[in-house]
């Protein structure tokens, strides 16, 4: 059975910081790309990071870059999203994904998604 299970989501002030973690299990995911989206209420769905299989090629969205840091473990599925300086408007359920290659990951059109965990950024 294949799953992809968020966690690490929660409440943060403004300029805070959290970390969220994915792991994908039920394939051999440890060759997959990955990545994370997020939806905010009344928006759609939109591309956070994503990375190769290897850990070496990265993208991330111009909103989070240089705030977030994307890493995985070498040999497994397990992803981590370092979120620094967080700010309201990154307040949304913060979805992990996997798909064969980065490109269908940064598409959206990934086969395999978590139920998403939940980001809020308030005072």
């Known amino acids: 059975q294949v799953q992809v299970v968020e966690s690490g989501g929660g409440l943060v002030q403004p300029g805070g910081s959290l970390t969220l973690s994915c792991t994908a299990s039920?394939?051999?995911?440890?060759?997959?790309?990955m990545g994370w989206f997020r939806q905010a209420p009344g928006k759609e769905r939109e591309f956070v990071a994503g990375?190769?299989?290897?850990?070496?090629?990265?993208r991330y969205a111009d909103s989070v870059r240089g705030r977030f840091t994307l890493s995985r473990n070498w040999d497994g599925p397990v992803l981590e999203l370092e979120m620094r300086n967080l700010q309201p408007e990154d307040t949304a359920v913060y979805f992990c994904?996997?798909?064969?290659?980065?490109?269908?990951?940064?598409?959206?059109?990934?086969?395999?998604w978590g139920q998403g965990t939940q980001v809020t950024v308030s005072s």
């Open positions: 039920g394939r051999a995911f440890n060759r997959f790309a």
């Open positions: 990375v190769t299989w290897n850990g070496i090629n990265k």
């Open positions: 994904c996997t798909a064969e290659t980065l490109a269908t990951v940064v598409s959206g059109t990934s086969a395999y």
